[in-house]
């Protein structure tokens, strides 16, 4: 940079010697090389730049919003000793500060910091005043370099929004360096560095879950799911929902409930949503037994975000297995019930089935000309021998993309390890 520097101004003097020696000469004379001077000047000045970056997002109501304020060298030498800096956070009332956490200096390396609450934004603050306290070059303060470096983590709690706006003042942020290099904070001066900054800008909060709740159901006696329910109080850019569920509170480990994705509604308004888990009964339920439920929102660029407070479902004490009393434990497959199935009485057909042992199992539901219309179980059947309980399937009177099926006769045919075991009728009536 110092030799572009030599360069420009010996072609500036070059220049004026070739000019006669007139007043307008010399003043192109000199206005270039004021230029010339501005710009190598920018060349050579050191430069940092700060960011915001979302590091969590609960995105429901009272949950946790964290920023962390980063910097990096981005001209000039590297690494470069801190001495000071300043740095305004704006954020809309979508989100309330809880508090600062996580600094990558403290007063061991010679420091003082401050992250102050003032309403509409944080003011970052660090000063130096300790580093090279000892005379010796201790404490060495902290090192800027090249790569993106957190100073400090911002947590915020979200209050109400759909998004938030964050950004950096340019007109108040700045930042200093000791002029010795990194690790050597002795002697010499202070300089500040000249500052731009990278804006968040609107951070989508795409789901304010207002209400979350898994419950044990019983429906028309002897239909038994988890009402799993949730409420939004907005939706944006989003997809759709998963739901999750396991028997510890550990969601690396729980297994997605729902076949398909339940897709969302991108409303402004509040919306309920009620999902059935049916699946957790194929298995053995005893009183008593925990299970967590989670709830997953997929957005329409494909980010997932799980929120972090599951529901806890417990068993009531007095839970009973539902086997019907006129269906005694048998093996095989059950005769559907009820039947004949009206779908605006009963949404729903519900067909059991009991093995000797462990297998892969698949029923197929077909129309009166063989035509497949839907396949309502295919999964691996595990049967305990000290609880004999049958598994079940239901049917929904409807085919694979959910057109409602026509009154009639309709087959249900179980397959169980690849060979085809059972078949039965059942009677549709609209």
């Known amino acids: 940079m110092k030799n572009k520097l030599k360069s420009s101004i010996s072609y500036l003097f070059q220049y004026f010697r070739e000019q006669k020696q007139t007043t307008l000469s010399c003043k192109r004379f000199f206005i270039l090389l004021i230029i010339s001077l501005?710009?190598?000047?920018?060349?050579?000045?050191?430069?940092?730049?700060?960011?915001?970056?979302?590091?969590?997002?609960?995105?429901?109501?009272?949950?946790?919003?964290?920023?962390?304020?980063?910097?990096?060298?981005?001209?000039?030498?590297?690494?470069?000793?801190?001495?000071?800096?300043?740095?305004?956070?704006?954020?809309?009332n979508q989100i309330s500060y809880a508090s600062a956490d996580s600094w990558a200096y403290s007063f061991l390396d010679g420091y003082s910091r401050i992250a102050s609450d003032l309403t509409t934004y944080i003011r970052v603050g660090t000063t130096g005043d300790n580093v090279n306290a000892n005379g010796d070059g201790t404490p060495a303060g902290w090192n800027v370099t090249t790569s993106w470096?957190?100073?400090?983590?911002?947590?915020?709690?979200?209050?109400?929004?759909?998004?938030?706006?964050?950004?950096?003042?340019?007109?108040?942020?700045?930042?200093?360096?000791?002029?010795?290099?990194?690790?050597?904070p002795t002697g010499g001066g202070v300089t500040d560095w000249t500052v731009t900054n990278e804006d968040s800008g609107d951070v989508t909060l795409p789901?304010?879950?207002?209400?979350?709740?898994?419950v044990y159901t019983i429906y028309e006696t002897d239909i038994e799911f988890v009402s799993v329910n949730w409420t939004t109080a907005s939706e944006t850019d989003v997809l759709g929902f998963n739901i999750y569920r396991f028997k510890e509170a550990n969601f690396n480990t729980s297994e997605m409930v729902n076949d398909e994705i339940i897709l969302g509604t991108n409303t402004t308004t509040s919306h309920n949503y009620t999902y059935h888990d049916e699946k957790l009964f194929y298995e053995v339920v005893q009183a008593g037994d925990i299970y967590w439920y989670w709830l997953e929102t997929i957005e329409l660029g494909g980010n997932s975000y799980v929120y972090e407070e599951p529901s806890k479902l417990i068993i009531p004490e007095d839970y009973e297995q539902i086997i019907p009393p006129d269906l005694p434990i048998i093996y095989g497959l059950y005769q559907n019930c009820p039947n004949p199935f009206n779908p605006s009485s009963s949404t729903r057909t519900k067909i059991l089935f009991n093995l000797l042992n462990d297998s892969q199992v698949k029923i197929n539901v077909y129309n009166i000309k063989g035509?497949?219309?839907?396949?309502?179980?295919?999964?691996?059947a595990e049967f305990d021998d000290n609880?004999?309980?049958?598994?079940?399937?239901?049917?929904?009177?409807?085919?694979?993309?959910?057109?409602?099926?026509?009154?009639?006769?309709?087959?249900?045919?179980?397959?169980?390890?690849?060979?085809?075991?059972?078949?039965?009728?059942?009677?549709?009536?609209?």
Request: one cysteine or more; hydrophobic letters at 40%.
């Open 387 to 430: 609880n004999p309980r049958p598994k079940v399937a239901y049917w929904d009177g409807c085919d694979v993309n959910g057109t409602q099926q026509q009154s009639g006769i309709y087959f249900y045919r179980m397959i169980v390890n690849g060979n085809e075991e059972e078949i039965k009728k059942l009677l549709l009536i609209r």
């Open 207 to 214: 789901v304010v879950l207002t209400a979350f709740s898994a």
């Open 149 to 184: 470096q957190t100073v400090v983590t911002l947590k915020f709690t979200i209050a109400t929004a759909t998004s938030v706006n964050i950004s950096i003042n340019d007109a108040t942020d700045a930042a200093a360096y000791f002029n010795n290099v990194a690790n050597n």
């Open 38 to 92: 501005i710009i190598t000047g920018t060349m050579l000045a050191d430069t940092v730049a700060f960011k915001t970056v979302v590091t969590k997002n609960d995105m429901t109501v009272s949950g946790d919003f964290w920023l962390d304020v980063q910097m990096q060298i981005t001209a000039g030498t590297s690494p470069r000793t801190l001495n000071s800096l300043t740095v305004d956070v704006y954020f809309g």
């Open 371 to 380: 035509q497949l219309v839907k396949c309502i179980y295919n999964d691996h």
